[in-house]
C-alpha cells in the first residue's frame, strides 16, 4: 500500500539548532513530494513541493527539502531554527499530479528560546 | 493572498443527524479536495473533485458522503447519518492546474 513515514513524533531544539526531519514514501513509481507546516492554531501551510528536475528543493522561510530516489526519501532541513518555527510538519506524497495526498503522521517540532 | 476559507470551525451534532461542512476554495482553483483527521492519526483523503464530478475517493468516502458545488463559489461535504467515528477535523483543499494543494484551517466535527 500506498504510504509515508516520518521518522520522529516529537522534536526538541535549541534556537540557532540544525533540523533535519525524515520523510520516507513506499514505491510506486513517479512521485511529486511536499512538506506542509501547521503552526498552532493555524491550517497547514505549503512549505515546500517537488515534482521534478533539482532535486534540492527551495521553501518559504529558509527550509529546504532534499528528494533521494534511490533512498525514497524527501527530508526537510533548515540550517538554523527559530523559535517561530514550532510546529507541527507534515510530509506528503501524490503519485499522480492533481492526485490525492498520501501524508505521514506528522513531527511536532518545538523550539525553546 | 487568497485564501480557501471553510465554515463553521466546529460543529457539534447528535448522532444520526446530517451534517453539511462548506468550504469556499480559492477563487481560480479547479480541483478540490476534503480530508479529515481523527484526533492523534493521519490526515486522511476522502475525496477530490473536478468539473463537476467526483474524480477519485477513499474506502472511507462512503454512501454516507456525498459533495457537491451548489453555485459557483462553495463546495459542501455532507454526511447524512452521522456516526462517533466521524468525529474529526475536516480540510478542505483546492488547487490550480493540478499542482499544490491549499487547506483551508478546518472544521472540527463533534458527534456526540
Known amino acids: 500500500a500506498q504510504s509515508v513515514s516520518q521518522h520522529n513524533h516529537h522534536v526538541i531544539l535549541s534556537e540557532a539548532a540544525s533540523l533535519e526531519l525524515g520523510c520516507n514514501y513506499s514505491?510506486?513509481?513517479?512521485?511529486?513530494l511536499f512538506w506542509y507546516v501547521q503552526y498552532p492554531g493555524q491550517h497547514l501551510q505549503l512549505l515546500l513541493k517537488y515534482f521534478s528536475g533539482d532535486p534540492l528543493v527551495k521553501g518559504i522561510k529558509g527550509f529546504e527539502a532534499e528528494f533521494i530516489k534511490s533512498k525514497f526519501s524527501f527530508n526537510l532541513r533548515k540550517p538554523s531554527v527559530q523559535w517561530s518555527d514550532t510546529a507541527e510538519y507534515f510530509c506528503a506524497v501524490s503519485y499522480n499530479q492533481g492526485g490525492k495526498l498520501i501524508f505521514g503522521q506528522g513531527t511536532e517540532l518545538s523550539v525553546k528560546p | 493572498e487568497p485564501e480557501v476559507t471553510q465554515t463553521p470551525s466546529h460543529q457539534v451534532t447528535q448522532m444520526g443527524q446530517e451534517v453539511i461542512l462548506r468550504c469556499v476554495p480559492i477563487?481560480?482553483?479547479?480541483?478540490f479536495y476534503w480530508y479529515r483527521q481523527i484526533l492523534g492519526q493521519k490526515v486522511e483523503f476522502l475525496v477530490s473533485f473536478y468539473n463537476n464530478e467526483i474524480s477519485e475517493k477513499s474506502e472511507i468516502f462512503d454512501d454516507q458522503f456525498s459533495v457537491e458545488r451548489p453555485d459557483g463559489s462553495n463546495f459542501t461535504l455532507k454526511i447524512r447519518s452521522t456516526k462517533l467515528e466521524d468525529s474529526a477535523m475536516y480540510f478542505c483543499?483546492?488547487?490550480?492546474?493540478?499542482?499544490?494543494?491549499?487547506f483551508g484551517p478546518g472544521t472540527r466535527l463533534t458527534v456526540l
Open positions: 514505491y510506486g513509481g513517479t512521485v511529486n
Open positions: 477563487s481560480n482553483h479547479l480541483y
Open positions: 483543499a483546492s488547487s490550480e492546474r493540478q499542482i499544490a494543494q491549499y
